[in-house]
């Protein structure tokens, strides 16, 4: 699906800039906000701003293969600062700006960076303050000057300068077309940028990728979605951070489209409903605190505005989707749809900046069900995709009209995917990376040699759509004895999303089949009971009530029936169940301060409870310590009941093996 | 953006100085014969302990108070008696203790409030907003706009300023005297009532005012810490007298002044 535009030789960012400012000279290339008005910058512009920036770098002494620091919030200068760099051969390395000292110390040593473009004063000091351990840096630029009058200009310099020493080169040693020849060097088997992925666990690796890479992903992401050069974008997300590189610098001077640059980081959604963005991407979170900033204020309307949302809301959630999907909808319900378009569903996408987006798209983590079916009722088309630093984002995306909440989409244009036995999924592309920089042992565990890339995510196909499903990190990902795969975070969050359960504990690593631990949400539960007259004394008593133990058992059961549709987990289902007489506790070492579950700890704690789930036993007696919130200690003991539970035959759906 | 005889005062030179006033209300006494001077181009702090004259002194030179004996040299201008719009006009700016801000009004009006001073055109073109007054209302919103960026409050630009946190109703209150483009800027316990991060962010834009713009500034302050990092110089009141006048280090070493803030053992 490779376009024209790389046949015919445009295969760097800095040719496809001298395209787009010879082409599309007079459309804006990027915006910002300053001083309260929008200010734009057309192609043309551009080209000039980034010539002057590039011959200044060049003769602060950066030469072919050096590599060039940015650090900063999106500014358009600090964009520039990257088509500067790539077009002198250079190589730009964003590095994120929240960094504390020690963790950019060590990005800018393994990268050997000659020169750090930097946005203020702010991580000037931060440069500044590791200078010691930066022998490589031989200068710092930055883009806001304020604050920065006093300090010692010996290695300092402001982007202005650098430009000015650009353009007084223009006019003697890079006269003519010297610049636009260096930009011919260029090719597109060389790397274009070094991402630093952030490393959860141990240092940051570099991921190195080429300008092939970036631009063919870029050029058929663009194909995807029928991108233009009339796209509006708003760049908020880090500029380290793979996404941004590629939605506001790539696929930007892939197509021609423009990117805006907020005015601070507070204004990001005031700005995005000025812009009106076209195409937006953001993690789950973004979205998630629009909705809670929606119903918190919402909260605060007069009773009219309040009840009109609801019942608007109401019928979007029941019609919205399918309109946007263009299923059949009766006439009447679209015509109150049409009414809450113009009363309700119109003026909030305003609010949000949502008006114009004709695609948005949501990744990093697992967005809620309620969360992604709320914008997509009000119409927003909202979708997911898959995707990682080491294939230039794209892996999986969902096209339009086969969207569904817990599917990250079909395999992206030229991208192939395999899942390994234990689960694994593997992609190749030719957006994949070449290698982790200076780090050939790292590569050769993530790359093989026919440039399969492990992603460390387990997943498989779901047969119903034929879309990858992420289902847990690789390494937690388990296998019951008769090899069947055992994702024990899928089926903890499976079962998690009935309000009713809490926490869930499930085990079947090594084991002959899936139990699971349960812990009853005692202001659901407790409703519940208030309403249908079940009298209890205590958390342990509603918990091991015969009628919660009844309600909870039809959920693992309705989580049974989903898993026995999804090819490869119908082996994991739930065979037996038990409803835990206390509550997990981070005090109690059983969760992690962030609240995620210990398995090992619990299984070890409860022990005769787990023995019990598999030595068929239908009531085990069990005695527990407990810390009380003031830090002292008691005992509590009960008797659980362990409920066995029916499991589905698989559903007969082919394994579709996308290529 | 100076008033036109800027030149006149070059930093370093004497600003405003004060010589040998009191002020006394009825019976009590709150100034007794307090001289000092302002340098252009200084952080000057004026401490002491609770009612040791420090808001009155503020008074007495911005001409909100008006006292009974000795005399005010501003800009090389001697007077006993002034206005505080007079004050104004000729380039001193103040916040403060408890916020004196428009609360319904949004933190854009606000600041713009504080250049209708330095409005020239009729009331009569800017009714209309027509030529002339557009022109200048833009030019105001540039200088207010810069203002809004230097303090870094775009995002509560449209938001009124009641409904603000207290820390940020500060920085617009700072930011609305900021926009007379004062050469002096008298600030009345700019850190009152706010947390760590708060003060450290007040500093910034204090040091930042100072160094930017070249204001003169002329702070009263409870946090020790604060004033001894920012100030040039330090002159401390206690009963309505001054007990001390120097660098922060002299003032701190001065024995007066550890007795008026610890007490004396009688």
Not at chain 1, 122 to 128: G, M, P, R, S
Not at chain 1, 246 to 273: H, K, L, M
Not at chain 1, 308 to 320: N, P, T, V
């Amino acid at each position: 699906m490779a376009q024209n535009a790389a046949d015919k030789g445009v295969d760097t960012f800095p040719k496809f800039l001298l395209v787009n400012a010879k082409v599309r000279g007079d459309r804006p290339a990027i915006r910002e906000k300053d001083l309260g008005i929008w200010q734009a910058w057309t192609w043309a512009q551009v080209k000039e701003e980034v010539k002057a920036f590039a011959l200044g770098l060049k003769e602060l002494g950066i030469e072919r293969g050096d590599k060039v620091a940015i650090v900063g919030a999106n500014k358009p200068r600090l964009y520039w600062a990257m088509a500067a760099t790539q077009s002198i051969g250079g190589i730009p390395v964003p590095v994120y700006q929240d960094a504390v000292a020690d963790e950019m110390a060590f990005v800018l040593q393994h990268a050997g960076a000659k020169v750090a473009v930097v946005e203020n004063q702010e991580q000037v000091d931060k440069v500044l303050s590791i200078s010691d351990q930066l022998p490589s840096i031989m200068h710092v630029v930055y883009d806001d000057p304020r604050g920065l009058r006093d300090y010692d200009h010996t290695r300092l310099k402001w982007i202005n300068e650098i430009q000015d020493l650009g353009r007084k080169a223009m006019e003697s040693k890079y006269s003519g077309d010297a610049w636009e020849k260096m930009i011919a060097e260029g090719k597109g088997s060389d790397i274009a940028v070094i991402l630093y992925t952030s490393g959860t666990t141990g240092k940051p690796k570099g991921v190195m990728l080429t300008y092939d890479a970036v631009v063919i992903s870029s050029q058929n992401a663009n194909a995807f979605d029928n991108l233009t050069e009339k796209e509006e974008v708003i760049a908020y997300l880090p500029m380290a951070w793979v996404g941004d590189h590629i939605f506001s610098y790539a696929q930007s001077y892939v197509a021609g489209y423009t990117v805006n640059c907020p005015e601070s980081p507070e204004t990001i959604i005031e700005d995005r409903r000025e812009i009106g963005t076209s195409y937006a991407f953001a993690p789950p979170r973004v979205y998630e605190n629009l909705l809670t900033l929606t119903m918190v204020r919402m909260e605060d309307a007069g009773p009219l505005k309040r009840r009109m949302f609801h019942y608007f809301l109401k019928h979007a959630r029941k019609w919205g989707e399918k309109i946007l999907n263009k299923e059949p909808v009766p006439l009447g319900a679209r015509f109150i749809y049409w009414l809450g378009e113009i009363l309700v569903y119109g003026p909030m996408k305003n609010r949000y900046g949502f008006t114009n987006v004709r695609v948005a798209y949501t990744a990093g983590e697992a967005i809620g069900p309620e969360i992604f079916r709320y914008y997509r009722s009000l119409g927003v088309n909202l979708k997911q995709l898959y995707g990682q630093t080491e294939a230039a984002v794209y892996i999986t995306a969902q096209p339009d009209g086969e969207i569904y909440a817990d599917t990250v989409g079909k395999p992206s244009p030229d991208v192939e995917i395999k899942i390994e036995p234990n689960g694994e999924v593997l992609f190749r592309s030719p957006g994949v990376f070449v290698g982790y920089y200076k780090d050939p042992e790292k590569t050769a565990e993530a790359k093989t040699p026919d440039g399969w890339v492990k992603s460390g995510d387990a997943g498989f196909f779901d047969p119903k759509t034929g879309h990858l499903k992420i289902i847990d990190r690789a390494k937690d990902v388990g296998k019951l004895n008769d090899g069947t795969l055992f994702a024990p975070k899928y089926i903890e969050n499976k079962l998690k999303f009935y309000p009713n359960i809490k926490e869930a504990v499930a085990f079947g690593d090594g084991r002959d089949y899936v139990t699971v631990m349960l812990n009853i949400d005692l202001v659901s539960v407790g409703s519940w009971a208030e309403r249908n007259n079940v009298i209890y004394g205590s958390y342990q008593e509603l918990a091991a009530h015969p009628r919660v133990y009844q309600m909870l058992g039809e959920h693992v059961a309705e989580v049974n029936k989903s898993l026995s549709e999804e090819g490869p987990m119908a082996g994991a289902q739930i065979k037996r169940f038990l409803i835990l007489h206390k509550e997990l506790d981070a005090d109690d070492g059983e969760l992690t301060r962030t609240l995620k579950v210990r398995r090992g700890f619990i299984a070890e704690r409860y022990a005769p409870l787990a023995e019990g789930l598999y030595n068929g036993a239908k009531e085990v007696d069990i005695t527990t310590e407990l810390t009380f919130e003031d830090g002292r200690k008691g005992m509590i003991s009960a008797r659980v009941k362990i409920e066995d539970m029916k499991t589905f035959p698989p559903a007969a759906a082919p394994m579709d093996q996308a290529a | 953006m100076r008033a036109p005889d800027e030149n006149k005062i070059k930093a370093g030179d004497t600003l405003l100085s004060v010589e040998n006033v009191s002020l006394s209300f009825g019976g009590v006494k709150a100034i007794r014969g307090v001289s000092f001077d302002i340098k252009k181009g200084e952080i000057r702090a004026i401490i002491g302990p609770n009612g040791a004259g420090k808001t009155s002194m503020l008074n007495v030179i911005n001409g909100f108070y008006h006292p009974q004996e000795g005399q005010i040299t501003f800009k090389g201008v001697k007077r006993a008696k002034m206005r505080p719009h007079v004050a104004a006009t000729g380039g001193i700016a103040r916040t403060f203790q408890n916020v004196a801000l428009f609360k319904s009004m949004n933190t854009l009006d606000n600041i713009m409030a504080g250049r209708s001073l330095k409005m020239h055109r009729s009331f009569f073109w800017q009714l209309f907003r027509y030529g002339p007054a557009e022109r200048e209302e833009i030019e105001h919103r540039r200088v207010v706009e810069e203002i809004i960026d230097f303090l870094e409050i775009q995002h509560i630009r449209r938001v009124p300023v009641g409904k603000l946190p207290y820390g940020l109703q500060k920085r617009v209150e700072l930011g609305r005297a900021l926009a007379m483009e004062p050469e002096l800027l008298l600030l009345d316990e700019p850190m009152a009532g706010m947390n760590l991060e708060e003060k450290e962010d007040m500093c910034r834009y204090i040091i930042d005012v100072n160094n930017h713009y070249g204001t003169t500034i002329a702070l009263i302050e409870h946090d020790m810490g604060v004033v001894m990092d920012l100030a040039n110089r330090v002159v401390v009141l206690d009963y309505g007298q001054k007990i001390a006048d120097g660098t922060p280090d002299e003032v701190k070493a001065n024995q007066a002044v550890i007795d008026a803030y610890l007490g004396v053992a009688h």
